[in-house]
């Protein structure tokens, strides 16, 4: 029996450019799945096809509630070198929520401690709630020091599941 989940905040619509279904079709499905919270982390600056920084301004004329479900509008945040985030300082109000995460299209790996460093760095900012698929292998992370770091700046650390399908993850091959 799978387990019931009543909201997901990493979501992508059409507008970071490699997902496609709108607001309305996303908010449908998860009225239809039962969550009562929908989350829409669009792409930040730095992946391919996603918005421009105009889109978050502009979010205080998105719908709020659709099919029953509440709706919260952030940004999911390239972590770049020096600890820097890929969207300017002044959309980071225009958010209800930030994710953060390191992506390759905009981040080159600097080794397992300077990368621990650059997204704690991130995590810092008081708009970082989460911090996107720290398992997914692309660049190497103390973990433990992560831990420790989210749960001082009160950051959740997501499991995504598609880090995990992975042919070269050990789950993977269990199963």
Known sequence: M????VLDVHTHTVVSGHAYGTIREMAQAAAERGLALLGF???G??????????Y??????????????????????????????????????????GV????????????????????????KHPRVF??????????PLDYEKLVTAAREYHVALEVNNSSLWK????????L
């Open 167 to 174: 042919p070269d993850r050990r789950l993977r091959k269990k």
């Open 100 to 123: 953060v995460g390191i992506h390759c299209n905009c981040y080159a790996d600097q080794g397992r401690e300077k990368n621990t460093e650059n997204l704690i760095a991130c995590m």
């Open 56 to 97: 978050f301004a502009a979010l205080e004329h998105a719908p709020r509630k659709l099919y029953g479900v509440e709706l919260v509008y952030g940004c999911e945040i390239n972590v770049l070198e020096g600890g820097q985030l890929s969207l300017p300082s002044r959309y980071m109000d225009m958010i209800d929520y």
């Open 41 to 43: 982390a669009e792409h």
């Open 2 to 5: 799978l387990p019931h989940f």
């Open 130 to 139: 989460l911090v996107s698929h720290p398992d997914d292998d692309h660049t």
């Open 45 to 54: 600056p730095g992946i391919p096809g996603t918005c421009e920084p105009i």
